[in-house]
């Protein structure tokens, strides 16, 4: 039984995996040219797997941010996480312990969370532990590729290649927002705040990891509250 829920969670693992590829490779890419070495990014892909998550840190490396400025913001934007964990140890078989559930929450990400909340029944771990096993190499090989080209292309085909990043994040937030007229609002009010914190004077001063915070946190509320 282990086996096959295994294998299946490579199954579905792979376009993940493809998709981690891709976007990893320009994570990569933006480390070297900020000042990381090669190995560094590969570490912090290897050890974070958090696509939202590791480029706000990553811009908060390169700028000198504090480590409570990188701390707080890697609550916000992790804290959904926690969230997924909770649904998730609801659907785990009970007969799973405690070193199975803390080696599964290193894989929880909004994809791996997907497939395995999808499966019908009881969650075996290692459907979760087949998926981690495509997945987490596929971010941790596109971030090592990526950081490998970024050193050795030239500058403004690595600046083009950059831009990858905001088209995945587009990708996620257009289809809902057409759909819904209520993410279309959050989504269209955290880009105006967002545009305040960069042209307002006084505001512009503020960091951009306190800016992360301030508006996840603002449109969060305002939303939930209406």
Not at 2 to 30: E, H, W
Not at 106 to 132: C, K, Q, R
Request: hydrophobic share 50%; with cysteine; glycine share 12%.
């Amino acid at each position: 039984m282990n086996r096959k829920q295994y294998r299946n969670g490579m199954k579905d693992g792979i376009p993940i995996c493809l998709g981690y590829f891709a976007v990893s490779f320009t994570f990569g890419m933006m480390s070297v040219g900020g000042g990381l070495s090669i190995w560094q990014a590969v570490l912090i892909s290897l050890t974070n797997l958090t696509s939202a998550g590791q480029f706000a840190g990553l811009n908060l490396i390169i700028t000198g941010g504090p480590y409570y400025e990188m701390a707080l913001t890697q609550l916000v934007i992790n804290l959904r996480y926690c969230l997924m964990s909770f649904s998730l140890s609801q659907k785990v078989d009970q007969k799973a312990g405690g070193i199975h559930r803390f080696i599964m929450a290193h894989g929880v990400t909004d994809e791996i969370f997907g497939i395995s909340s999808a499966v019908e029944g009881d969650l075996n771990p290692w459907y979760m532990y087949g998926a981690m096993t495509v997945a987490i190499p596929g971010w941790t090989l596109g971030t090592l590729l990526g950081a490998i080209s970024g050193s050795l292309m030239p500058d403004f085909i690595a600046s083009a290649l950059g831009i990858a990043i905001y088209g995945m994040f587009l990708a996620i937030v257009i289809p809902p927002s057409k759909k819904n007229r209520t993410v279309l609002a959050v989504v269209a009010s955290a880009m105006a705040l967002s545009g305040l914190f960069s042209v307002v004077p006084g505001l512009k001063e503020i960091s951009s990891g306190f800016v992360i915070i301030i508006v996840t946190v603002v449109v969060a509320v305002i939303a939930a509250w209406f």
